[in-house]
């Protein structure tokens, strides 16, 4: 995927997320959700770059919850010993992506790419 398409279908994907439940334009808009879930299996990364540029338009709570419950823990369930590094760098770099790796579960992850989530993520706020 070049830049320019990840952009619109981080943008496309912000925006299903926001929409109520159950809505006709949710429904209608879920190609949005399944291109990123599709991802993870097809192209990890892709969705590295996606989680970024997601992460840099967008850093609501409502938006960090879904993209540390699904892209995130996705990516890392299926391919944590690959981008684990990146991880970890984003979030040294980042303290915004540090509180939004607070709410990423283990999943499939093995314990050592949990563990080594668990040190650079900051769970504040999450409960």
């Known amino acids: 995927m070049t830049d320019e398409d990840l952009h619109h279908l ?3 994907w912000i925006a299903h997320m926001c929409l109520p439940e159950k809505s006709t334009d949710k429904i209608q808009s879920s190609e949005a959700f399944d291109e990123v879930y599709d991802l993870a299996y097809d192209d990890p990364e ?3 770059k996606l989680i970024l540029e997601i992460h840099r338009l967008d850093g609501t709570p ?3 919850q879904v993209l540390s419950a699904g892209p995130i ?3 890392l369930a299926q391919h ?3 981008f684990i590094e ?3 760098a984003e979030a040294q770099r980042d303290p915004t992506f540090a509180l939004t790796l607070g709410g990423v579960w283990k999943n499939q992850m093995s314990d050592s790419v949990w ?5 650079v993520w900051d769970r504040r706020g999450w409960g």
């Open 46 to 48: 892709s969705l590295w």
């Open 86 to 88: 990146r991880v970890e």
């Open 10 to 12: 981080a943008l496309r």
């Open 115 to 119: 563990g080594r989530l668990q040190a």
């Open 80 to 82: 944590g010993e690959q």
């Open 73 to 75: 823990e996705s990516l």
């Open 62 to 64: 409502k938006i960090d």
